[in-house]
């Protein structure tokens, strides 16, 4: 069975420095993509960006481009997104989810979504 | 950029009835086309791909159509569980979502 199991949520304050993460299971972790997917309280969803896991190669929505950073590491099948200075803005579910390389829609399942919440 | 406008924003149908949602592109984004469906405190779904692709498990009554700039949605016959929000998703030009329409009960 196909799994992308995320960490807990998160109460953050402003400045402070956060990683989620994402671990795949139940498939060969490096053959697929993984994005993260932001959903601010009551709103819709945003694509932040995407790596691939076989060789870490990024590709990032400029929107979030240089206030978040995605890694991968295959030895575990988990993907991860990082921030250095949380921003009250921060406040989000954040979802990963998997795909086949470019140009494809995102798989069933997604993670089950990492609520982070910063206070100011 | 490509931007995804849905219509309506909500969208309020009785149970048994039709529901057809909209999705229009900025720019051509060919058949790379999804629909995915969210319910409260859910992660979304698949729903349609390749603008017109039932995807595994999806039930007749969802259809999809369109290529371009212009996507339709249909949904017949609603079911109780059917009531949620839906997004359209390019995948042509990176990835982008529309802002969704909210299906209520009516």
């Known amino acids: 069975e196909v799994q992308l199991v995320q960490s807990g949520a998160e109460v953050k304050k402003s400045g402070e420095s956060l990683r989620i993460s994402c671990k795949g299971s139940?498939?060969?972790?490096?053959?697929?993509?993984i994005s993260w997917v932001r959903q601010m309280p009551g709103k819709g969803l945003e694509w932040m960006g995407r790596i691939d896991p076989s060789d870490s190669y990024t590709n990032y929505n400029p929107s979030f481009q240089g206030h978040v950073t995605i890694s991968a590491d295959k030895s575990s099948s988990t993907a991860s997104l990082r921030w250095s200075s949380l921003k009250a803005s921060d406040t989000a579910i954040y979802y990963c989810a998997r795909h086949s390389s470019h140009g494809n829609p995102f798989d069933d399942p997604w993670g089950q979504g990492t609520l982070v919440t910063v206070s100011s | 950029e490509t931007v995804l406008t849905q219509s309506p924003d909500t969208l309020s149908v009785s149970p048994g009835e039709r529901a057809t949602l909209s999705c229009r592109a900025s720019q051509s984004v060919s058949t790379k086309l999804a629909w995915y469906q969210q319910k409260p405190g859910q992660a979304p779904r698949l729903l349609m791909y390749?603008?017109?692709t039932r995807a595994t498990g999806i039930p007749a009554r969802f259809s999809g159509s369109g290529s371009g700039t212009d996507f339709t949605l249909t949904i017949n016959s609603l079911q109780s569980e059917d009531f949620a929000v839906y997004y359209c998703?390019?995948?042509?030009?990176?990835?982008?979502f529309g802002q969704g329409t909210k299906l209520d009960i009516k």
């Open positions: 390749g603008a017109s």
């Open positions: 139940g498939y060969s972790f490096t053959t697929y993509w």
């Open positions: 998703q390019q995948y042509n030009d990176w990835y982008s």
